[in-house]
């Protein structure tokens, strides 16, 4: 299964942005990590079964939905701010539900390349 994800960029503070994911095939979860320079790859959001999870992070901000008819993830992200800022990789499993995927980000089959967003003070 291969990801493509497009929808990255440079935005202000405050503003908004919405990543796609679209998947070659058909696959049960589908979610988002973000990694930041220096840090540890983190948890953003999954979605499966038509259960959505988030991180603690992003919760009340972020929005995760899916096309199923076009194996297609979003994420609407809305307030950004500047701690926002890292490369944004979609995900997916045929094995693991969002919860999993939400728990362990070893739960996950297939890694996007990455977009970058960027949030600007």
């Known amino acids: 299964v291969q990801l493509q994800a497009s929808g990255g960029g440079l935005v202000q503070a405050g503003g908004s942005l919405r990543l796609s994911c679209t998947a070659s095939?058909?696959?049960?979860?589908m979610g988002w990590f973000r990694q930041a320079p220096g840090k540890e790859r983190e948890f953003v959001g999954s979605?499966?079964?038509?259960?959505?999870y988030y991180g603690d992070s992003v919760k009340g901000r972020f929005t995760i939905s899916r096309e199923n008819a076009k194996n297609t993830v979003h994420l609407q992200m809305n307030s950004l701010r500047p701690d926002d800022t890292a490369v944004y990789y979609c995900?997916?499993?045929?094995?693991?539900?969002?919860?999993?995927?939400?728990?362990?980000?070893?739960?996950?089959?297939?890694w996007g390349k990455g977009t970058q967003v960027t949030v600007s003070s």
């Open positions: 995900a997916a499993s045929i094995r693991f539900n969002a919860e999993a995927m939400s728990n362990m980000p070893s739960a996950t089959d297939y």
């Open positions: 095939k058909f696959t049960f979860t």
């Open positions: 979605t499966s079964a038509s259960r959505t």
